[in-house]
């Protein structure tokens, strides 16, 4: 079987981007032989938009949480506890994705080559020595399969915002998550857990990109103004006309105009954000969006 994962918990914000993630998926291929498996704190916040598929519904209580927090109480260490969790519930092909993903492509042929034993990830940020992290990383020794490890300049770090693995993947997220811990205790900053990942993934095998297929729009949060106005609209109510609305509006194409904006203002453009002045999406027209995709039906 083939699992598409999710870790959507606390808002309203997070629980629409996996939607609306599950939902760009829905367009771009048939879902039979796709399940989804969503750890979050709240089900019902999904079941409305999501029963005509399968899914799976792992609770996150608070008390869970803050243990796979950790002793530093550190939220991106929650995201390899589930990467790990799901293996000792599930077996198949899985590929995590953040809330915060949009599906470009049919992901039929990913799941494909994870079943054969490919490893996946969003895709290659920097090496180490381009990285932040760098010089309190460099020359730092942990313990990794009980030998000391020193890391090297040419350390890929990979963005993991979308992990694609399976069951046999269990020791090496045993060991990112060691490599964590370890991390943790010497040096706390929020791509720590992106680090071990990366580390512990490409030691073992060649890591593969998935940018082509998924695009993670971390940097458009004002994308979450469309997501609340598109899913607490009377039209949510079927699963036709949330699929009309995401056919229509690419996160992507978004960044683009967000960074036109940002960059070829010039002098005016340079002024206005010195004063604050930020970026706004254009309205939402949800109407003409459901009427576009009723003509595009017709013919």
């Known amino acids: 079987m083939n699992y598409i994962v999710y870790l959507s918990h606390t808002s309203k ?28 704190d709240d089900p019902g916040a999904f079941q409305k938009y999501l029963g005509h598929l399968q899914v799976h519904y792992e609770i996150m209580t608070p008390a ?5 927090r950790g002793k530093h109480n550190f939220v991106h260490r929650a995201k390899v506890r589930t990467l790990q969790d799901v293996l ?26 994870i079943q054969a034993g490919e490893l996946f990830m969003d895709r290659m940020e920097k090496h180490l020595d381009r990285s932040k992290i760098y010089k309190p990383l460099h ?17 890929e770090i990979w963005n993991t915002g979308a992990v694609g693995y399976t069951n046999a993947s269990a020791p090496l997220l ?8 370890q991390l943790l205790d010497y040096y706390i900053r929020h ?22 297929y998924v695009f993670h729009y971390w940097n458009v949060k004002e994308f979450r103004s469309y997501l609340r106005q ?25 960044l683009k105009q967000k ?16 004063f604050g002045k930020k970026f706004t999406l254009a309205p939402l027209k949800i109407e003409e969006l459901l009427e576009n995709g009723s003509r595009t039906t017709q013919v």
């Open 139 to 155: 020359n730092h020794t942990v313990t990794i399969d009980g030998q000391p490890v020193t890391f090297t300049e040419a350390v």
């Open 191 to 212: 791509i720590i857990e992106q680090f071990a990942i990366s580390y512990t993934f490409q030691r073992a095998a060649r890591l593969h990109p998935l940018d082509a």
């Open 13 to 40: 914000d997070i629980y629409y981007e996996a939607l609306y993630s599950i939902y760009s998926l829905a367009i771009r291929q048939d879902l039979q032989n796709v399940s989804f498996i969503i750890y979050t």
């Open 230 to 254: 598109i899913f607490e609209h009377p039209a949510a109510e079927h699963c036709q006309s949330l699929e009309t609305i995401v056919r229509q509006i690419d996160p992507s194409v978004l």
């Open 259 to 274: 960074l036109n904006w940002k960059y070829n203002g010039g002098i005016v453009r340079a002024i206005e954000r010195m």
């Open 88 to 113: 000792t519930k599930y077996t198949g092909n899985f590929l995590f994705l953040d809330s915060d993903t949009y599906v470009q492509e049919d992901l039929t042929p990913i799941f494909d080559r």
């Open 174 to 181: 045993e060991k990112s998550l060691a490599l964590t811990d």
């Open 64 to 68: 869970l949480m803050r243990e796979w």
